[in-house]
């Protein structure tokens, strides 16, 4: 990897002109065939299209993990709701059984 990267050779793009050299297209296509989806080409402007393929990709899978944690969010939320609303009433139909006769005449 360091002779692909050129550790210690200086950064990539220095020399000022707009062309890649060889050793940094390499460096370039090395990168590109590691990490995106689309096959390798020679071409400045299909690797900066498989870099940007990729980011779609990833972004999509991001999206798609946080509408499942979403929806996951949602139901939980959901049922939380409704096991509260069943403990309030199972409370207050504890508090009616244990009303007495007694109560009952009090209240009237």
Known sequence: NDEIFGHGKGKVGQGGSQHMDEEERRRRQYLVKEYAYVE?????????NAINDNKSRVDAEAAKIREAS??????????????????????????????????ERRRM
Do not use: F, I, M
């Open 70 to 103: 979403k929806a996951a969010h949602e139901a939980k939320v959901k049922k939380d709701k409704e096991n509260l609303q069943r403990d309030r009433e199972k409370k207050e139909s504890a508090k009616e059984k244990r009303k007495t006769v007694k109560q």
């Open 40 to 48: 390798e080409s020679d071409e400045e402007d299909d690797d900066a």
